[in-house]
C-alpha cells in the first residue's frame, strides 16, 4: 500500500487529487477526493445511476476507458497523446488510478492546454499541436468525452507542443449503453473534434459569453 499521508498533491480536478508516485516519479497517482463518490452517485440523473455506482467514480470509468477496443487494438501511436495507464493501485487515500506523469525536461508538471490558450491564445504553435491531436483522434479513434482543455495538457518537445489526454477518456454513459456503429462512431468523434476547436477558440477569446449558449448554438 502507498503511503499518500502528509504528501501534498501536485494538481487537482473537480473530482480526483494528483500526486507524484513516491517510489516512481515517472508515474501519476489520482485519487477519488474524500467523499465525493457518494455525492456524485447522489446528484447523478437515472440514466447514470442505471450503471450502478462503482461507474460514477472517475477512476472506475477510467478503467473502462483505457479498456476501449481501439486503445487494446491499438499500436504504439496510442501513446502518442495519452498518458500510459498502469492499472489500480490501493493507496492510503483509497484506489488510485496509475497513468505516466507527463512533465517536462526538469520533472515539473506539463501546463495544461487551458493555461496555454489563456497566454497565447491560438497561436501557429498552439494550433499545430491541436490539428495533430485532431488527426490522432480520426486515425485511432480513440472515444472520449468532450475534449475540454483543462483535461489536456502540453508537453514541450523542442519548438513544438505535444498534446495528451489526462482526464475525459471513454464514451458517455448513454453511448455505451445503447451501442455503436461504425457511422456512428465516426459522426462522434467529429463531433467531439468540432468542439474541442469551438471550446479551445472560446477559451483564447478570453472566454466571451456562456460556454452553455455557445453550445446550444452549436447543436
Ligand atoms: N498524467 C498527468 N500528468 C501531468 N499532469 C496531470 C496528469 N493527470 C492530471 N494532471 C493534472 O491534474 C489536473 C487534474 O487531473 P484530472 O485527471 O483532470 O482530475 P479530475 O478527474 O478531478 O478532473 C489536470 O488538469 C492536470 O493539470
Ligand atoms: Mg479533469
Redesign the pocket.
Known amino acids: 500500500m502507498i503511503d499518500l499521508n502528509g504528501m501534498t498533491p501536485f ?6 487529487l ?1 500526486f507524484i508516485h513516491p517510489d516512481n516519479p515517472r508515474h ?1 497517482l ?1 485519487v477519488m477526493k474524500p467523499h465525493l463518490a457518494d455525492q456524485q452517485y447522489t446528484d447523478a440523473p437515472w440514466y447514470k445511476k442505471l450503471r450502478g455506482r462503482k461507474a460514477l467514480n ?1 477512476n472506475e470509468r477510467e478503467i473502462s476507458a483505457y479498456h476501449q477496443r481501439a486503445i487494446v487494438h491499438g499500436g504504439d501511436q496510442i501513446w502518442h497523446h495519452l ?1 500510459r495507464w498502469h492499472g489500480v493501485t490501493p493507496t492510503t487515500l483509497g484506489d488510485a488510478s496509475e ?4 512533465s517536462d525536461d526538469q520533472g515539473n ?2 501546463p ?1 492546454l487551458e493555461k496555454l490558450l489563456k497566454q497565447q491564445g491560438t497561436d501557429p504553435v498552439v494550433t499545430a499541436s491541436l490539428q495533430q491531436l485532431e488527426a490522432w483522434l480520426r486515425e485511432t479513434q480513440v472515444l472520449s468525452r468532450n475534449l475540454l482543455p ?2 489536456i ?1 502540453a508537453k514541450t518537445i523542442g519548438p513544438r507542443y505535444q498534446l495528451y489526454l ?2 475525459g477518456l471513454g464514451p458517455p454513459t448513454v453511448a455505451s449503453i445503447l451501442g455503436w456503429s461504425e457511422a456512428w462512431r465516426k459522426h462522434y468523434i467529429e463531433r467531439r473534434i468540432q468542439r474541442m476547436w469551438l471550446r479551445a477558440n472560446w477559451e483564447a477569446g478570453g472566454r466571451e459569453g456562456q460556454w452553455s449558449d455557445i453550445e446550444r448554438a452549436d447543436r
Open positions: 494538481a487537482e480536478g473537480d473530482n480526483r494528483c501519476c489520482k472517475d498518458p497513468t505516466d506523469f507527463i508538471p506539463a495544461t483543462h483535461n495538457v489526462i482526464d
